[in-house]
Nanobody
């Protein structure tokens, strides 16, 4: 059974930083690639950043230059470093990971609140 758990969310002032972590546990699980999405009430979940198995990354235009996605394949952990946070970054952030066998798994989300 694969479990995905995000952590690191919280309340921060505009201009501040947070680092989200996504830890994946499960027998035989090997982190392939994955991404971070976010969602605010009443809106669709949107892509924030993705990272491939080889480490290639892509970002939403709204976070380019401020957020950095990374992963540690040995620890089966993915990260999202968020700098220069803005109130519009407030959302529930979800981690999704792709296993070596091709299946995607999602976490339950962590709330990030940025005050002005």
């Amino acid at each position: 059974q694969v479990q995905v758990e995000e952590s690191g969310g919280g309340l921060v002032q505009a201009g501040g930083s947070l680092r989200l972590s996504c830890v994946v546990s499960g027998t035989y699980f090997r982190l392939n690639g994955g991404g971070w999405y976010r969602q605010v009430p009443g809106k669709q979940r949107e892509l924030v950043a993705r990272i491939s198995s080889g480490g290639n990354t892509n970002y939403a235009d709204s976070v380019e230059g401020r957020f950095t996605i990374s992963k540690d394949d040995i620890k089966n952990t993915m990260y999202l470093q968020m700098n220069s946070l803005k109130p519009e970054d407030t959302a529930v952030y979800y981690c999704t990971v792709t296993a070596s066998w091709g299946m995607d798994y999602w976490g339950k989300g962590t709330l990030v609140t940025v005050s002005s």
